[in-house]
């Protein structure tokens, strides 16, 4: 399985800004699905953003569609959260999870990160 690395997060105020990114290793990046997932305490974790193997097709969580920007470099096996206008709410460990079946979906990965934190303070 690809291996799954998030680094970017830490502590924000309201209405600024974070990027996320999440390093893959061990297998072929371009194959896979990718998606950004967050759990905040108490809660279940829930879908964020997800894109296709080659970048062009992309999917939101309601919740955050028009304030963050998924997207990928397969040359450097990365793949990134833009995350700006952040609330209270987007307070999360966020995760990236990576899949090689099919195409850009909302839930069934096989690989997952380790997380990083994201804190927005009011």
């Known amino acids: 399985q690809v291996q799954l690395a998030e680094s970017g997060g830490g502590l924000v105020q309201a209405g600024g800004s974070l990027r996320l990114s999440c390093a893959a290793s061990g297998h072929t990046f371009s194959m896979y699905v990718m998606g950004w997932f967050r759990q905040a305490p108490g809660k279940e974790r829930e879908f964020v953003a997800t894109?296709?193997?080659?970048?062009?097709?992309?999917d939101y969580a309601d919740s955050v569609k028009g304030r963050f920007t998924i997207s990928r470099d397969n040359a450097k096996n990365t793949v990134y959260l833009q995350m700006n206008s952040l609330k209270p709410e987007d307070t999360a460990v966020y995760y990236c999870?990576?899949?090689?079946?099919?195409?850009?979906?909302?839930?069934?990965?096989?690989?997952w990160g380790q997380g990083t934190q994201v804190t927005v303070s009011s």
């Open positions: 999870a990576a899949d090689a079946r099919g195409y850009a979906r909302r839930d069934d990965y096989a690989s």
């Open positions: 894109i296709n193997r080659s970048g062009g097709s992309t």
